[in-house]
């Protein structure tokens, strides 16, 4: 049996791909324990720069695979809601690593984003779509809430007015209308995904390790704080750049009128 996801790394950047193209990549057990595990390594290595996250065939991920879910169908109710919830709160932790991982997350997407793969998109840092991949939460035609963070995200990104009508309704979007709900940050001709998506990893690798790190957890916490617990965050981060390698560099190559080479620790 293929692996579920495939895991590949040149130098600093590594790229886990969603690999049941024949079930449009959705999600099953399978899946879910390989993208636990893979996240949880990649959070922990401190060699990486970034991490791109794509699917594989013609569709991101439609979801989770419903025919998984009708296997459980015959339990009790009881039984039914305690193995979904665990399965579920297992699944989270891939969320989390995905979020706290020090190196920036970019999802390049095409085809169908549904269900957890719109919640796993969500939970990524930067998103580059096809300008054929289409958008739908879809949960509640099978009778589901969200996860993978989904309630979390996307009032943050669309605010709660949208996100109650993508949740509640559950209505197909194209690619720009996510773009001009800030869903994504890019879209391109699908034949310029790979190309779109290397510009944007390149632009990552080639920064400040730890400036980008930084960044990306300051803005990550700014959810949870106040604006003086903010401050206080803000000034540390500051302080730590201004000792770091990059920051010697950034300054010397603005005083000799040069680009900067960053590559410090």
């Known amino acids: 049996m293929p692996d579920p996801i495939l895991l590949a790394r040149a130098g600093p950047v590594a790229t886990l791909t969603l690999n049941r193209p024949d079930a449009l990549n959705t999600l099953d057990f399978a899946m879910m324990e390989a993208l636990v595990g893979h996240t949880a390594a990649l959070a922990a290595d401190r060699s990486l720069r970034c991490v791109v996250v794509k699917g594989a065939g013609r569709h991101f991920m439609a979801g989770g695979d419903l025919n998984t879910f009708a296997e459980m169908l015959p339990l009790p109710g009881a039984e039914r809601k305690a193995r979904f919830a665990a399965l579920i ?78 949740m509640l309704l559950g209505e197909r979007f194209d690619a720009q209308q996510a773009l001009s709900l800030g869903l994504v940050n890019r879209v391109v001709p699908a034949a310029e995904l790979d190309a779109a998506t290397a510009v944007v990893v390149n632009a990552l690798v080639t920064g400040p390790r730890l400036a980008t790190a930084n960044a990306k957890r300051l803005l990550n916490e700014s959810l949870g704080n106040t604006l003086s617990r903010q401050l206080d965050a803000e000034a540390e981060s500051f302080g730590a750049c201004t000792a770091d390698d990059d920051f010697v560099e950034g300054i010397r190559a603005f005083v000799e009128k040069r680009l900067p080479r960053f590559g410090g620790g």
Do not use: W
């Open 89 to 166: 709160g297992r699944l989270h932790a891939a969320i989390e690593n995905l979020q706290r991982m020090p190196h920036p997350v970019v999802v390049s997407v095409h085809g169908a984003v549904a269900g957890f793969g719109l919640s796993l998109m969500n939970a990524c840092d930067l998103a580059i779509a096809a300008d054929d991949a289409f958008f739908t939460s879809a949960y509640r035609h099978i009778g589901l809430t969200p996860d993978g963070g989904g309630s979390y995200t996307l009032p943050r990104i669309v605010g709660v007015k949208k996100a109650m009508e993508i």
